[in-house]
């Protein structure tokens, strides 16, 4: 747990109390519950604190496991409470005593034995970087981490950002051994496979040469940045950690890296909520955006930090998936107003999610990175 004991106690008070979140809550919108937003899970924290309830009571378990952690109602809260961590200790006790879903030690059997969350054996890094173009450097300028989506389901993202570093000269290295970060097991309350992975990739990258690490998924960025130190696997001193968006964007700013093809379709974009809303990479995706597609480039009217999830957070999509499911069309459908043809995110997982919602739509996901590959 993140939170000391007064500081948890005082935000199951102040949400217990407050419905001032309601409205933005996922996941009531689409249960239509109370229970299922914020004030909601915060009353049933405070029943089981004051003993009302016991953690087997019926409904405990659904209802701390079915929200997005995906920190929109911290971000609409005038008094900045993290109702997120709260839920996410929710778990951690009930993984503890057994009683989480089913689908959380399935992941935790996955990740030990494959290194992610699908169960999907790996091939070595080695292959990616051959498919994408260019050879590991002896002086690398760089580390990429791919992260579990990159690696397993959106192969297209990595080869793409390794096609740009060809393509621009830039030696890198790639992490010999990368696994999963942890976040997904963080989020799911695990916090012992989350701080087993976390120790796992704190090893692998005391041994990298490069000092800046690029992180292609926005959810391994904000575990690396905020997270392995709290779980005991402080990163190697002096090596900055930054997302690919973040990267490119000071490549564009520097004229390292130039765009020769402008976008013909209207683009939208997605802000990944680890991004938006934990990290504050906001601007360089836009900057990006903005270079590639010009006015082409349309924002939805719910971006930036107020961006509603794509459905793939807080690990909802293992869970309780006909939720995940429903989020993910509301989000294509708040991009689909936007009279958008591709809809770009800078997340793997994001793009992940939103493939699956996409039947009978006339919307492309493409990833930030892919986009700029083919623009160079």
């Not at 091939?123 to 498919?131: F, W």
């Not at 397993?152 to 890198?172: C, D, G, H």
């Not at 490119?248 to 809303?277: F, G, N, W």
Request: charged share 25%; glycine share 10%.
């Amino acid at each position: 747990m993140f939170f000391t004991e007064a500081e948890r106690l005082e935000t199951i008070r102040a949400c217990r109390d407050c419905p001032m979140c309601h409205m933005i809550d996922t996941v009531a919108l689409i249960t239509g519950r109370e229970s299922n937003t914020p004030r909601g899970r915060a009353m049933i924290l405070w029943g089981l604190e004051k003993g009302l309830l016991s953690w087997e009571s019926e409904g405990v378990t659904p209802i701390l496991y079915r929200a997005f952690l995906d920190g929109l109602a911290q971000e609409w809260c005038e008094g900045n409470y993290d109702n997120d961590e709260l839920v996410i200790d929710g778990r951690r006790i009930l993984v503890e005593k057994g009683l989480a879903p089913g689908a959380v030690a399935d992941i935790a059997a996955r990740i030990q034995s494959t290194g992610n969350p699908y169960g999907i054996q790996e091939q070595d890094g080695s292959a990616l970087v051959k498919r994408g173009g260019g050879k590991i450097s002896l002086t690398p300028e760089i580390a990429v981490f791919f992260g579990s989506a990159a690696r397993i389901q959106r192969q297209q993202v990595a080869e793409s950002f390794l096609e740009i570093l060809q393509t621009l000269k830039i030696p890198f290295e790639i992490l010999e051994g990368e696994t999963d970060s942890g976040f997904l097991s963080y989020q799911l309350g695990d916090f012992k496979t989350a701080g087993d992975q976390a120790r796992k990739m704190a090893a692998i990258l005391i041994k990298s040469r490069a000092k800046k690490l690029v992180v292609l998924g926005a959810s391994d960025f904000r575990m690396l940045n905020m997270r392995y130190g709290r779980l005991g696997a402080a990163l190697p001193e002096g090596l900055q950690v930054v997302h690919v968006t973040e990267f490119l964007s000071q490549l564009l700013d520097e004229k390292k890296m130039v765009i020769r093809k402008k976008a013909k379709s209207p683009m939208t974009y997605h802000d990944p909520c680890s991004l938006a809303r934990f990290t504050y990479v906001v601007d360089p995706p836009r900057k990006l955006l903005k270079a590639l597609a010009g006015e082409k480039f349309v924002e939805m009217e719910w971006s930036g930090k107020k961006a509603h999830t794509c459905g793939a957070c807080g690990g909802v999509p293992f869970t309780y998936p006909e939720i995940s499911e429903k989020a993910v069309a509301i989000r294509i459908e708040q991009a689909m107003r936007t009279g958008a043809k591709i809809l770009v995110s800078a997340d793997p997982g994001c793009e992940i999610s939103f493939l699956k919602g996409l039947a009978g739509k006339n919307l492309e996901v493409k990833n930030l990175v892919e986009l700029l590959a083919e623009a160079l």
